[in-house]
Structure formats: C-alpha cells, structure tokens
C-alpha cells in the first residue's frame, strides 16, 4: 500500500473518527438529500485513497441492490393516505415514498462510511491501533476472527461449490438454481468454520497470543501531525453540523 | 523423574459420552523422538492435547490420572510457561496462519512479539529461523497465498523461532504432497538435531522408521504396543493393530519363509545391510 497517499497514510483510528462523524451526521441532520450526498463525499474519499473501484463495486452491487428493494417495499407497504398511485391492492404512497427515501439514505450513508473504512485501512494497522489503545487480546482475537472468517468462508464455500458442481449439482445460473445450490453447501460451511475456529483458537495460543497483556511489534506505525490536524477538523465540523442542527 | 509422564489417565471430552482415552501410562526421556500411531480416532490427537495441556485448560471433561511435566501436574502449569515449553504444529495447514500478518517475516515473528521479546532480538532470531530452514525466497510472500506445505514449513518455522524444548507434531505431512512431505521431514530432522523432544504423529510407516527413536502403537484410546521403533516396526503383531509394517519388514517376512535372515529390517539402510549379509551367505 502507497503510504505516501493522503488518505491511506492517516493513522487508523483518525480514519475511523472521520467515518464515523460521516455515519453520524446523518442522525444530526435529517435531510435525505444530506445522507444521500455523504455516499458521494465517501466517493471521493475512496478516489482520493485510490480504492474507487473496489468501493463502488461493493457499494453498488451490494448495498444499491438492498436499498432498491427496500425503498419498493417501503414505497408500497408504508402506511399511509396520499396515494400517487394505484393498481389493485397495491398503492404507492407519498408517505411510503419519503420514508423509503429517508431509510435507504441513511442504510446507504452508514453502509458506505463502514465499507470505505475496511477500503482504506488494512485490518492488520488497524487492530494494531486496537492493541496501542490498550484493547485486551482476546478482544482483538473477536475483531480479528471476525474478519478474516469471512475471506475464510468465501474460499472454502468456493471449494464446496466446486465439488458440487462435479458432482453435477448446477451451480450458475438464475437466482432459483444458485439459491438451490446454496441450501446443501451451508451445513458443511457452518461446521467446517466452527471447527476451524477451535483449532485457529489453539494454534494462536500455541503462538503465546493469550499470554501478554502487552505485546511487542515489529511492525509500527505512527500518528504525523497531519492526523491532529484532521482530528481537529473533524471535530470542528461536527461541532457545525450540531449548530446547523439547532438552527434548522 | 522422567521428563514426560502420563499416570493411568483417562480423559472423556465435554461432548460425547464415551472415554476417548483409557487407562494410558506412558515415560517419555528428553531429546527423542516419538511416533505415535494408530488408526483414524484413535486418540492420538487427544494424547497431544493433553501433554500441551489444551486438556484441561482449553477443553474441559473429565480427566483422571497424572499428567506431568518435569515432574509438575499440568494442572499447576501456566498456560504462558507451556506455550514457551511445547511447540504444537497442526494437522491443519489452513488454520494456523495468524491471519494479521501481510509477510511471512511477520508472522514467523508473532509467537516472539507475543512473549514480549524486544524488537531487534525478534529480528534477529527470525532471519535466523528463515536461513536455517530455507525460506528465504517466501519471507516477503503474504502468508494468506502460500500453498499447504510452504505454510507447514512456516508453521514450523513460527514455533521453532520461540525455542520450546518439546515438540509436539500432529500429522503435519497428511495433506501435503511427497516433495513437500520430504521438506518438512528435512526441517524435523535439524529439530531432532538440535536435541528436541519431539511428539510426532504419522501415518507414513517408511518415515517413521526413518526419524522416530520410539514408537508408541495407539488402539481405540489404549497403548496397544510401545518400544524402540525397530522392535515394533519389526514386529508382525503390529499388523494386529491396523498398522502396515514398512516395505522393507515385509519384504524380511517374505524372504522369512524360505529363509533365515539374522534380522527383520525397517529402514533403507538396514535393509542394504541386511540383504548384502543373507547374499553373502549365499555365495559361501
Ligand atoms: N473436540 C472433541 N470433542 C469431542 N470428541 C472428540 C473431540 N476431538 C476428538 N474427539 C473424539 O475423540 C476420539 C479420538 O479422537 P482423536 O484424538 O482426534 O483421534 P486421532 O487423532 O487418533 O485420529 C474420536 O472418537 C473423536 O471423535
Ligand atoms: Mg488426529
């Protein structure tokens, strides 16, 4: 990773501050249209930090593709009296529609802020920052199986898939048939992480993980002034949003 | 005092209702090796366990017996002192990467960050480790791509670097090919040089008869058979148990039957000596 680039070179709790004064400003202000506009300052962010492609194949195709569903649910569902449209039973209510604007903005705001912070901070400065903070190991140890349990899943769901597929269990296709080939596939991926956690459990211990409260690092990193300024920032700003909040 | 002593012990686990192990006594000296064998379920696995002390400070149940460790019941040790006195290397190549690191330098380096060792000596003995086993060219690589046997050989590299006296090794080569078989064999053979105690399950019969100073033959939770590994690799009685006797003992049996030959060979070495010895035989 390119430690000279502005964002990525940000100490990582800095970096976490800044996501979520993103994902808490959209409780402050109500306004959908502010949340909405928080995924396009998470955008430049992750252009800034050069991760806009993985950020927004994540954030498009999986949290658009929630929102889209939520937001018809809603438009339909929602009660409400202003209706804008009607076909049979089902009716779009103007309630319904600002309701639905009103969540998804704010699923979209804090889903986006949480995906471009995994974006621009490795997992491994940030438990380091977790450690330097004073956090104990087995609460790392939470964070951390956490984490890499689920590349782990991935890749052993693939190797599942894979024997299924030779075993002619159709695996491609329409939504029904990957559905189908999923069913079958979760019991052993449940059972072949639980066992893997117990045995990834014992080898960390093996390592001494548990034995120190305090550990040494080889590996380090450092807050520069340009994280105090950011700090400062950030703290002025949402000292901003609250008087824009009252003044609303 | 022996060094390694189990006292009648008899260990069921938390889940399932019956005793995994039954009755088992065993004395292991310092600075040999031992092979445990037997079939799949057996309890191997369970024995390791057990002198790491995994049982009972990582899994509960009920455990009878003595279980000591230069004299001292497991139940009194640390977890700390154990985890600097016993090395344990997985079956499992997959599960032992810590998983934070992004090079292999870093992560033969967290067991020494996790004793608190100061970092130059990390560094130091690090570079040490890697030289000693040939790993340069993956020191730099990320752990999360190396393939099965180039992670089992930094597993080893992971627990060597933090110099425990005993090392306890379940079935390290059961999903590695021959050629990496072969290099981690090589690295547990500078262990066995360096007068480690070494804990070593397998199933490769030729590799044991190779490395293992003693063999212990594992049967349905009991110790069915136990010696000096040329007695019980030699013995046709293993066969009782399920185990394979090597190629070469066979071989010895075969040859039996027609003729004498002054021994029953387990190893290459010993079969060239013993076979150069019967041809001899037969030219005078
Ligand atoms: N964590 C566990 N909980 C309950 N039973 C277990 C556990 N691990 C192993 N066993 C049981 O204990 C017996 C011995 O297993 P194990 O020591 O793993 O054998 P081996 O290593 O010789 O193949 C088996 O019957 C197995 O099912
Ligand atoms: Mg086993």
């Given at each position: 990773?390119?430690?000279?680039?502005?964002?990525?070179?940000?100490?990582?709790?800095t970096?976490?501050?800044?996501?979520?004064?993103?994902?808490?400003?959209?409780?402050?202000?109500?306004?959908?249209?502010?949340?909405?506009?928080?995924?396009?300052?998470?955008?430049v962010?992750?252009?800034?930090?050069?991760?806009?492609?993985?950020?927004?194949?994540l954030?498009?195709?999986?949290?658009?593709?929630?929102?889209?569903?939520?937001?018809?649910?809603?438009?339909?569902?929602?009660p409400?009296?202003?209706?804008?449209?009607?076909w049979?039973?089902?009716?779009?209510?103007?309630?319904?529609?600002?309701?639905?604007?009103t969540?998804?903005?704010?699923?979209?705001?804090v889903?986006?802020?949480?995906?471009?912070?995994?974006?621009?901070?490795?997992?491994?400065?940030?438990?380091?920052?977790?450690?330097?903070?004073?956090?104990s190991p087995?609460?790392?140890y939470?964070v951390?199986?956490?984490?890499?349990?689920?590349?782990?899943?991935?890749?052993?769901s693939?190797?599942?898939?894979?024997?299924?597929?030779?075993?002619g269990?159709?695996?491609e296709?329409?939504?029904?048939?990957?559905?189908?080939?999923?069913?079958?596939?979760i019991?052993?991926?449940?059972?072949?992480?639980?066992?893997?956690?117990?045995?990834?459990?014992?080898?960390?211990?093996?390592?001494?993980?548990?034995?120190?409260?305090?550990k040494?690092?080889i590996?380090?990193?450092?807050k520069?002034?340009?994280?105090?300024?950011?700090r400062?920032?950030?703290?002025?700003?949402?000292?901003?949003?609250?008087?824009?909040r009252?003044?609303? | 005092m022996?060094?390694?002593?189990?006292?009648?012990?008899?260990?069921?686990?938390?889940?399932?209702?019956?005793k995994?192990?039954?009755?088992?006594?065993?004395?292991?000296?310092?600075?040999?090796?031992?092979?445990?064998?037997?079939?799949?379920?057996a309890?191997?696995?369970?024995?390791?366990?057990?002198?790491?002390?995994?049982?009972?400070?990582?899994?509960?149940?009920?455990?009878?017996?003595e279980?000591?460790?230069?004299?001292?019941d497991i139940?009194?040790?640390?977890?700390?002192?154990?985890?600097?006195?016993?090395?344990?290397?997985?079956?499992n190549?997959?599960?032992?990467?810590?998983?934070?690191?992004?090079?292999?330098?870093?992560?033969?380096?967290?067991?020494?960050?996790?004793?608190?060792?100061?970092?130059?000596?990390?560094?130091?003995r690090v570079?040490?480790i890697?030289?000693?086993?040939?790993?340069?060219?993956?020191?730099?690589?990320n752990?999360?791509?190396?393939?099965?046997?180039?992670?089992?050989?930094?597993?080893l590299?992971?627990i060597?670097?933090?110099?425990?006296?005993?090392?306890?090794?379940?079935?390290?080569?059961?999903?590695?090919?021959?050629?990496?078989?072969?290099?981690?064999?090589?690295?547990?053979?500078?262990?066995?040089?360096?007068?480690?105690?070494?804990?070593?399950?397998?199933?490769?019969?030729?590799?044991?008869?190779?490395?293992?100073?003693?063999?212990?033959?594992v049967?349905?939770?009991?110790?069915?058979?136990?010696?000096?590994?040329?007695?019980?690799?030699?013995?046709?009685k293993?066969?009782?148990h399920?185990?394979?006797?090597?190629?070469?003992?066979?071989?010895?049996?075969?040859?039996?039957?027609?003729?004498?030959?002054?021994?029953?060979?387990v190893?290459?070495?010993?079969?060239?000596g013993?076979?150069?010895?019967?041809?001899?035989?037969k030219?005078?």
């Amino acid at each position: 990773m390119e430690k000279k680039n502005v964002i990525l070179s940000l100490y990582p709790t800095t970096k976490l501050l800044m996501i979520l004064l993103i994902a808490v400003s959209v409780f402050i202000i109500p306004s959908y249209l502010y949340a909405y506009a928080m995924f396009l300052v998470c955008l430049v962010i992750a252009a800034m930090g050069n991760v806009t492609k993985e950020f927004a194949n994540l954030t498009i195709k999986g949290l658009f593709s929630l929102c889209i569903l939520i937001f018809v649910l809603q438009s339909f569902f929602y009660p409400g009296t202003h209706v804008l449209w009607e076909w049979g039973f089902l009716a779009i209510k103007q309630e319904g529609i600002h309701f639905g604007l009103t969540l998804t903005s704010k699923v979209i705001a804090v889903g986006s802020s949480l995906i471009l912070f995994f974006r621009i901070t490795p997992v491994k400065d940030f438990v380091y920052s977790l450690e330097v903070m004073g956090l104990s190991p087995k609460a790392t140890y939470v964070v951390l199986s956490t984490l890499t349990i689920i590349p782990e899943m991935k890749k052993s769901s693939q190797v599942i898939m894979d024997a299924q597929k030779t075993r002619g269990v159709e695996t491609e296709g329409s939504l029904m048939v990957r559905l189908k080939a999923l069913l079958p596939m979760i019991t052993p991926l449940v059972l072949s992480s639980v066992a893997s956690t117990e045995e990834r459990a014992m080898a960390l211990e093996a390592r001494a993980f548990t034995v120190n409260k305090r550990k040494t690092s080889i590996y380090s990193i450092e807050k520069t002034g340009r994280d105090s300024f950011i700090r400062v920032l950030l703290l002025v700003l949402l000292i901003l949003l609250i008087v824009w909040r009252v003044a609303l | 005092m022996s060094y390694i002593e189990l006292k009648g012990i008899s260990y069921k686990y938390p889940v399932g209702d019956e005793k995994v192990l039954k009755d088992i006594s065993l004395s292991l000296e310092k600075g040999k090796v031992y092979a445990l064998i037997g079939a799949n379920g057996a309890g191997k696995t369970t024995i390791c366990n057990l002198i790491r002390g995994f049982i009972p400070h990582f899994f509960k149940g009920d455990l009878d017996g003595e279980m000591l460790i230069e004299g001292r019941d497991i139940r009194e040790w640390e977890m700390g002192d154990l985890a600097q006195k016993m090395g344990y290397i997985f079956q499992n190549p997959f599960t032992q990467i810590s998983g934070t690191k992004d090079t292999v330098f870093e992560e033969i380096a967290f067991g020494l960050e996790n004793l608190r060792v100061e970092v130059p000596v990390i560094k130091e003995r690090v570079a040490e480790i890697i030289k000693l086993f040939g790993l340069e060219s993956l020191q730099e690589k990320n752990p999360q791509q190396l393939s099965g046997g180039q992670r089992q050989r930094v597993s080893l590299a992971s627990i060597m670097v933090m110099d425990p006296e005993i090392l306890i090794i379940d079935e390290p080569t059961s999903q590695l090919d021959p050629q990496a078989t072969e290099e981690v064999f090589k690295i547990i053979n500078i262990m066995k040089q360096r007068g480690k105690t070494i804990i070593l399950v397998e199933h490769k019969i030729e590799l044991i008869a190779e490395y293992a100073d003693r063999v212990i033959l594992v049967e349905d939770g009991k110790v069915a058979m136990k010696g000096k590994t040329k007695d019980i690799l030699s013995d046709i009685k293993a066969m009782d148990h399920g185990i394979l006797l090597p190629q070469y003992a066979l071989l010895g049996y075969e040859m039996q039957k027609n003729d004498r030959l002054h021994e029953i060979p387990v190893t290459e070495s010993e079969a060239i000596g013993v076979f150069t010895k019967w041809m001899a035989g037969k030219e005078n």
